[in-house]
């Protein structure tokens, strides 16, 4: 029985979730974040893979179309280590705060791998997003101004895709992701008990906006 409470910050990119979740846990010392798709143990990498398995073999069945890409395939299995890895940390820790969760993971997949709407198999979908909406508690929607955004992946010295690009494509890349992110919100609310709060970092200080998240959080916390 997982003792933590689970959250995703999500938003597009220079929302600040990076640079938020590190200050509320430099704040609560209860509260682990860092946790994400990334630099997972290989264990858990090796195990979703195998659970995976099946998943790719029938959608290679399926036919060309239908026949999942090397991309989707790493993103898929990184989703399932982190659900074990996520269990395992619920165990240690008051609150969990995950960077890029399943609502990054599931936007991403819809952003770069839809294929005129035929989107990752609609079974392995469904079992995804019914397990993590039983794990995950809340999710936080973080955002800023398109200005604000643009401004801050130009200045950061974090690469990005679209760093160097226009304000008109900087704008639509963030807009792309919002309308993913608000889809696979709904759905993991519709499954399970998720929460979604909002919180917006335009021109907002680092240490203001943290020690607003941080209120929120521990008022879910002492709810939960």
């Known amino acids: ?9 999500v938003g597009p990119a220079g929302a600040g979730k990076t640079t938020l979740a590190e200050g509320v846990s430099a704040t609560d010392r209860t509260v682990l974040s860092g946790l994400s798709l990334w630099g997972l143990p290989r264990r858990d990498l090796m195990r979703s893979a195998m659970s995976l398995a099946p998943t790719i073999a029938a959608a290679a069945l399926g036919g060309s179309k239908s026949r999942l890409r090397a991309g989707e395939i790493a993103q898929m ?9 996520v269990w395992r940390e619920a165990q240690r820790h008051r609150v969990l705060l995950l960077d890029e969760g399943p609502v990054f993971a ?17 079974a392995w979908r469904r079992r995804v997003v019914s397990d993590w909406s039983m794990l995950l508690d809340v999710v936080v929607f973080i955002d800023a101004s398109d200005v604000t955004l643009a401004e801050r992946i130009r200045t950061r010295e974090k690469p990005h895709m679209v760093k160097d690009r226009s304000d008109a ?7 792309g992701f919002r309308k993913a992110f608000d889809r696979v919100i709904a759905e993991l609310a519709k499954a399970g008990h998720v929460m979604v709060d909002a919180l917006n970092t335009d021109r907002v200080p680092v240490e203001q906006s943290a020690s607003r998240l941080l209120s ?3 008022q879910r916390r002492n709810g939960h």
């Open 169 to 175: 494509e900087i704008y639509g890349f963030s807009a």
């Open 106 to 122: 599931l936007s991403w997949l819809d952003v770069f791998f839809s294929r005129n709407g035929d989107r990752v198999p609609a």
């Open 216 to 218: 929120r959080l521990k």
């Open 77 to 85: 299995i990184r989703l399932g280590a982190l659900r074990r890895a």
């Open 1 to 9: 029985m997982k003792r933590a409470v689970i959250v995703e910050l």
